[in-house]
């Protein structure tokens, strides 16, 4: 109560109603404290660690397939010896650079299946399982290559060609020529193709609900009021 003049007046604010402008008294009924940013479904770092884990390995072991693969559809380069000496049948023949184009196709190819895969079945994964398709898609290239190598032709020409005998065409090994970027293909496919998806198809943060109906989000006060006006 304020006194003024002897006389007593009302308070501008009755004492079992809060002040509306007060910033700091409690929300309404009606609105609520915005969620955690988190979800109960995203996994802990214990357990995208397992998953990432299992990526690697599984990325990893699908290598074997991409360097039989590698193998069976790569063009074979012929040479054939006249004695003394191994030549290039065809010296004009695009067969080497053939190797090397049929592993960067099929390791891309390999990319999208192997991303599309991780996306599908974690698609709240977080770091480490990217670093785990990356880490396994690195590790898959080079097992793919080295597959396509012990499994193919031999490395040893002079004894190819003496048992094959002059003028036999016999078939070169196989050979990746530029093994630094046809192994750096399957990540990079697969990397980007994941992020991708997990921009158009990821799950969304929820957006925090500041206010319920009728509340603006500053000052706690009323919608289309300032706070401290009248």
């Given at each position: 109560?304020a006194?003024?003049?002897g006389?007593?007046?009302?308070?501008?604010?009755?004492?079992?109603?809060?002040?509306?402008?007060?910033p700091?008294?409690a929300?309404?009924?009606?609105?609520h404290l915005?969620?955690?940013s988190?979800?109960?479904d995203?996994?802990d770092?214990?357990?995208?660690?397992r998953?990432?884990?299992?990526?690697?390995?599984?990325?990893a072991?699908?290598?074997?397939?991409?360097?039989?693969?590698?193998?069976?559809?790569?063009?074979?380069?012929?040479l054939v010896s006249?004695?003394t000496?191994v030549?290039?049948?065809?010296?004009e023949?695009?067969e080497?650079?053939g190797a090397?184009g049929?592993?960067?196709?099929?390791?891309?190819?390999?990319?999208?299946?192997?991303?599309?895969?991780v996306?599908?079945?974690l698609r709240r994964?977080?770091v480490?399982?990217?670093?785990?398709?990356?880490?396994?898609?690195?590790?898959g290239?080079?097992?793919?290559?080295?597959?396509?190598?012990w499994l193919?032709p031999?490395?040893?020409v002079?004894?190819?060609?003496?048992?094959?005998?002059k003028g036999?065409?016999?078939?070169?090994?196989?050979e990746?020529?530029?093994?630094?970027v046809?192994?750096?293909?399957w990540?990079?496919?697969?990397?980007?193709?994941?992020?991708l998806?997990t921009a158009?198809?990821g799950?969304?943060e929820?957006?925090?609900?500041?206010?319920?109906?009728g509340?603006?989000s500053?000052?706690?006060?009323?919608?289309g009021?300032?706070?401290g006006?009248?």
């Amino acid at each position: 109560m304020a006194w003024h003049d002897g006389t007593v007046t009302a308070p501008l604010t009755p004492p079992h109603q809060p002040n509306p402008h007060d910033p700091w008294q409690a929300p309404p009924s009606g609105s609520h404290l915005a969620p955690a940013s988190g979800s109960p479904d995203d996994p802990d770092t214990a357990t995208e660690l397992r998953q990432a884990a299992v990526i690697v390995v599984l990325v990893a072991l699908a290598g074997i397939a991409l360097g039989l693969l590698w193998l069976w559809l790569a063009p074979r380069v012929p040479l054939v010896s006249d004695g003394t000496a191994v030549f290039l049948k065809n010296s004009e023949g695009e067969e080497a650079i053939g190797a090397d184009g049929t592993f960067v196709l099929l390791a891309a190819a390999f990319g999208v299946l192997s991303a599309a895969l991780v996306f599908w079945r974690l698609r709240r994964g977080g770091v480490f399982v990217v670093v785990g398709l990356a880490l396994g898609a690195v590790l898959g290239s080079l097992l793919a290559w080295r597959v396509g190598v012990w499994l193919g032709p031999s490395s040893d020409v002079v004894a190819r060609a003496r048992e094959a005998g002059k003028g036999v065409v016999f078939d070169a090994p196989l050979e990746l020529h530029a093994v630094v970027v046809a192994v750096m293909v399957w990540p990079f496919v697969a990397l980007a193709l994941h992020l991708l998806l997990t921009a158009a198809f990821g799950p969304r943060e929820v957006e925090p609900e500041w206010a319920g109906a009728g509340w603006s989000s500053y000052g706690g006060g009323p919608e289309g009021s300032a706070p401290g006006s009248a």
